[in-house]
């Protein structure tokens, strides 16, 4: 039922203090800190982890893994996923660098753009309608565009083994609404006819639990849940309304830790998302990290939130030391881009976020971190 917690029922600690930490935990391996910070369990350092993508051109030209072609071939796929640990110093690495893998496998219409663009679906041709027209192909899992996502997780798991947190990504059906549906559909159907609307997610969950128990068989440690349920589209009480009681179900069902993403400012359904269950939040920049983790009380894990279009984008590694930093005092367990960053951020900038998160770290117990 919906009391279950996949990780006990007393999450273990809101803040680790370095003095705590390192006086019970040895040196970790990347998989252990990103596994332990989202149980909520002491970590020898805040784990610097990317539930989204930390894909650049400049990375693409490093492994010569380039847009489109590394979204659709598992061996670019992965060879580009390996450079968030290896260039960038991240204990995580992960795969999936856009959004719409599973999408175009139900059939959707799609836009794969050039090297330095992200690849869309055509939401302006819509597959579906109406409830009834919601079919899960059956060769979801063997579609070239999904089966490329298993083989990365699967080459990801070799090369790494357990010193990295290899991570998936399966998307929710909210987010599959506004692929297959249309935005704008989707949204109204949502405000109109809320049954209909339940009756369509239901049917379209079948894909997110396929899709992601096939990714936790090939391999994955993790996996990042995106629903873009976003603050600027639609509100909190929606969130419960449509998507709390499914996302609990997704935290029972699917018996890795799941990170759910869900963009813009979400400080009104965090309450409702720390009681699903998952084991944690990757939230926007759009929400300050100190109010964030008094709403979500310790019973999930935020994972966030360093802001991409004006301190990765456009800003230097100061200014993303001083967002880390920001995080890293308010007690939040793992650090991230706030998204999928934009493909021209620069490298010294990413590299900036392990740098920081160790620096802090060094500061707070001299000598004892690395």
């Given at each position: 039922?919906?009391?279950?917690?996949?990780?006990?029922?007393?999450?273990?600690?809101?803040?680790?203090?370095?003095?705590?930490?390192?006086?019970?935990?040895?040196?970790?391996?990347?998989?252990?800190?990103?596994?332990?910070?989202?149980?909520?369990?002491?970590?020898?350092?805040?784990?610097?982890?990317?539930?989204?993508?930390?894909?650049?051109?400049?990375?693409?030209?490093?492994?010569?893994?380039?847009?489109?072609?590394?979204?659709?071939?598992?061996?670019?796929?992965?060879?580009?996923?390996?450079?968030?640990?290896?260039?960038?110093?991240?204990?995580?690495?992960?795969?999936?660098?856009?959004?719409?893998?599973?999408?175009?496998?139900?059939?959707?219409?799609?836009?794969?753009?050039?090297?330095?663009?992200?690849?869309?679906?055509?939401?302006?041709?819509?597959?579906?309608?109406?409830?009834?027209?919601?079919?899960?192909?059956?060769?979801?899992?063997?579609?070239?565009?999904?089966?490329?996502?298993?083989?990365?997780?699967?080459r990801l798991k070799k090369e790494f083994g357990n010193d990295v947190a290899v991570i998936g990504k399966t998307m929710g059906p909210w987010s599959l609404g506004y692929h297959c549906f249309g935005v704008e559909r989707f949204l109204l159907m949502s405000h109109d006819d809320p049954g209909k609307t339940m009756v369509c997610l239901e049917k379209m969950k079948e894909s997110t639990i396929l899709f992601g128990q096939a990714q936790i068989e090939a391999g994955a440690d993790a996996l990042t849940l995106p629903d873009h349920a976003t603050g600027d589209l639609v509100s909190g009480n929606y969130y419960e309304q449509f998507l709390?009681?499914?996302?609990?179900?997704?935290?029972?069902?699917?018996?890795?830790?799941?990170?759910?993403?869900?963009?813009?400012?979400?400080?009104?359904?965090?309450?409702?998302?720390?009681?699903?269950?998952?084991?944690?939040?990757?939230?926007?920049?759009?929400?300050?990290?100190?109010?964030?983790?008094?709403?979500?009380?310790?019973?999930?894990?935020?994972?966030?939130?360093?802001?991409?279009?004006?301190?990765?984008?456009?800003?230097?590694?100061?200014?993303?030391?001083?967002?880390?930093?920001?995080?890293?005092?308010?007690?939040?367990?793992?650090?991230?881009?706030?998204?999928?960053?934009?493909?021209?951020?620069?490298?010294?900038?990413?590299?900036?976020?392990?740098?920081?998160?160790?620096?802090?770290?060094?500061?707070?117990?001299?000598?004892?971190?690395?």
């Open positions: 039922g919906s009391t279950w917690h996949p990780f006990g029922s007393e999450p273990a600690m809101t803040r680790v203090t370095m003095e705590t930490a390192n006086s019970v935990v040895g040196p970790m391996t990347g998989r252990e800190r990103v596994l332990g910070a989202l149980r909520r369990e002491p970590v020898d350092r805040t784990p610097c982890c990317n539930p989204t993508s930390l894909a650049t051109v400049e990375l693409m030209d490093l492994v010569n893994a380039n847009f489109p072609e590394a979204n659709r071939d598992g061996e670019q796929m992965a060879r580009l996923a390996a450079t968030g640990h290896t260039e960038l110093g991240f204990d995580s690495v992960m795969p999936v660098f856009s959004i719409i893998q599973e999408s175009s496998a139900l059939g959707c219409r799609m836009q794969w753009e050039g090297k330095d663009n992200w690849p869309t679906v055509k939401m302006s041709q819509p597959i579906w309608t109406e409830p009834e027209d919601i079919t899960i192909p059956s060769n979801l899992l063997t579609h070239p565009d999904t089966e490329c996502v298993l083989d990365a997780i699967k709390q009681e499914m996302h609990t179900e997704f935290a029972e069902t699917l018996r890795i830790p799941l990170i759910l993403h869900i963009c813009g400012r979400t400080v009104d359904r965090m309450d409702f998302i720390a009681r699903t269950g998952m084991a944690a939040f990757h939230y926007d920049s759009k929400n300050h990290p100190q109010e964030s983790m008094d709403v979500v009380n310790s019973r999930i894990s935020l994972v966030g939130n360093i802001n991409n279009p004006e301190t990765l984008f456009s800003k230097g590694p100061e200014e993303v030391r001083t967002e880390v930093r920001e995080n890293l005092a308010a007690g939040v367990q793992l650090i991230a881009p706030e998204c999928a960053i934009p493909l021209q951020t620069s490298l010294e900038n990413l590299k900036a976020i392990p740098e920081a998160v160790r620096e802090w770290h060094r500061e707070q117990v001299p000598n004892l971190a690395s």
